[in-house]
């Protein structure tokens, strides 16, 4: 199956930083998505990102299909944006392991 | 936008017994949703492909008879955990997509499992 890689594996911010999260994968796909995994377990679907860049707000992402790796940005980061982040990849979605971000007032 | 309900969000079993997961599309159909179980601090494993009309499909290691998939329509698709043992105790959680799909897979709100 497709590997993911995600990295940092943690990653603490003070509020206002800016962050990049990486997402390497394994083989080429034509379905990429970042999901933000809140503390009761919610996925929420940041990006749905094969290809090219997207911004909502303070985050935005870039997909470099042909060099296989998926970068999501985060500005000015509020306690909220605190939670698991994940990159998944496929058809049946395949999951990285996550960045943990902690948000620090 | 696609939503998927799942319910019960939190259920707490006895060893030995039975527990019923319902994942529903709300506002669109889907041939095909997805069932994956989430240990604490880890990732999303999937564990089986859901198929309406006919058989899941299950990832290697899954008990197909431990864990039963029906997907009796095109908005509903269930997860028993049977014979629940403690060790099933985990989070599940489903997922399906919209057809077209420029946004991608919707999860579910999950079900945290605890069997005693």
């Known amino acids: 199956g497709i590997q993911v890689e995600q990295s940092p594996p943690d990653l603490i911010l003070q509020e206002g930083a800016n962050s990049t999260l990486r997402c390497n994968f394994s083989?080429?796909?034509?379905?990429l998505q970042w999901f933000h995994q809140n503390p009761w377990g919610q996925l929420i679907n940041l990006f749905y990102?094969?290809?090219g860049t997207k911004q909502n707000g303070r985050l935005s992402a870039t997909t470099v299909a042909t060099e296989r790796y998926s970068l999501l940005y985060i500005s000015s980061s509020q306690t909220t944006d605190s939670g698991v982040y994940f990159c998944a990849v496929g058809d049946k979605l395949s999951f990285g392991a996550g960045t943990t971000v902690t948000v620090r007032a | 936008g696609a939503v998927v309900s799942q319910h019960p969000s939190r259920v707490i079993c006895k060893s030995g017994t039975s527990v019923k997961i319902e994942c529903r599309s709300l506002d669109f159909q889907a041939t095909t949703m997805f069932w994956y179980r989430q240990f604490p601090k880890k990732s999303l494993m999937l564990m089986a492909t859901?198929?309406?009309?006919?058989?899941?499909?299950?990832e290697q290691g899954v008990e197909k008879d431990k864990f039963l998939i029906n997907h009796a329509s095109l908005t509903l698709s269930t997860l028993t955990v049977t014979s629940a043992h403690p060790e099933d105790s985990s989070f599940y959680i489903c997922?399906?997509?919209?057809?077209?799909?420029?946004?991608?897979?919707?999860f579910g709100s999950g079900t945290r499992l605890t069997v005693v």
């Open positions: 859901s198929n309406e009309g006919s058989k899941a499909t299950y």
């Open positions: 990102i094969p290809s």
């Open positions: 997922s399906a997509r919209l057809a077209g799909g420029i946004y991608g897979y919707t």
């Open positions: 083989d080429s796909v034509n379905n």
